[in-house]
Structures are given as structure tokens and as C-alpha cells.
């Protein structure tokens, strides 16, 4: 994610950061609920992010670094922000997605049996429609088949 403010505060980077993940999540979940209020967000030394008074300056400590006389001095760049979610609701989630993967497996076996009978049954009606046709007078009856 590119273009975040230096001096942002931890609950406009959390939003920035969930509203850039959350299509993603519900992607590869499919929709399984996840609040904003539910993630830990971590720095990269996985110290949880908490807002302050002023809330302000939530990554900036990542992005100054110490500079000539001990001066701190902006670098630019990169820092990894963990959205952390909870194992109970991870677990949650992946219980959910085996059971949805479950459902679907024995519904497209359903599916199949039923196209399987379908097919079945089509044939089945040919052969009765093919062998209960007849043709001639009560003297000479003929019956036809494929």
C-alpha cells in the first residue's frame, strides 16, 4: 500500500489498512464476518498498535531514523503492519470454510447422481417408447427396436 502519512494515527491506519484487506478476505473466506474491532494490529516487531493522545505518529517511530549528532532523521520507505487475527475467530473461519467445502462436495455428488438417473431413465424411455411401438393388423405385429 502505497501513500500513507508519516504522521498517521493508529485507528485511521487500521481503517486504511482493513478497508485495503477486507475485499481480499471475504475472497478467500467467502464472506465469513471479520470486524475491524476483532484485529490486533501489530508493528513489525509484533508490538500491538494502539491509538494515543493525540492519536498521531502510529508508524512514524518506523520511518526516522537516527541521524548526524543523534538528530532523528526521516528515511523514507517501507514498514510491515501485521493485521492480526485471533485464533478463535481464524478457527472459526476455517470450521466454516471446510463445512461450506464439505456441503458443496456432497451437493455436486447429488448432482451428478441425479444427472447420472436423468440419463438413466431417458434411456429407459427410449427402449419403452422403441419396443411398445407397433405396426401392422392383430395377425402380424412387429415390434420395433434400436
Known amino acids: 500500500m502505497d501513500h500513507i502519512p508519516v504522521h498517521i494515527g493508529a485507528v485511521s491506519l487500521k481503517k486504511t489498512l482493513y478497508d485495503a484487506i477486507i475485499p481480499r478476505w471475504n475472497n478467500w473466506t467467502n464472506y465469513f464476518p471479520l470486524h475491524i474491532d476483532q484485529i490486533l494490529m501489530r508493528d513489525k516487531l509484533w508490538v500491538i498498535l494502539k491509538p494515543s493522545v493525540p492519536d498521531c505518529d502510529a508508524i512514524a517511530k518506523h520511518l526516522f531514523k537516527p541521524g548526524k549528532k543523534g538528530t532523528p532523521t526521516f528515511k523514507s520507505g517501507k514498514t510491515l503492519i501485521h493485521f492480526h487475527v485471533p485464533n478463535e475467530i481464524y478457527d472459526a473461519m476455517l470450521e466454516k470454510r471446510d463445512s461450506d467445502e464439505l456441503i458443496a462436495g456432497k451437493k455436486a455428488m447429488v448432482r451428478k447422481v441425479a444427472e447420472r438417473n436423468v440419463v438413466m431413465r431417458d434411456k429407459e424411455t ?18 420395433l427396436s434400436y
Open 126 to 143: 427410449e427402449q419403452s417408447i422403441a419396443t411398445d411401438f407397433t405396426v401392422g393388423d392383430s395377425t402380424c405385429l412387429q415390434t
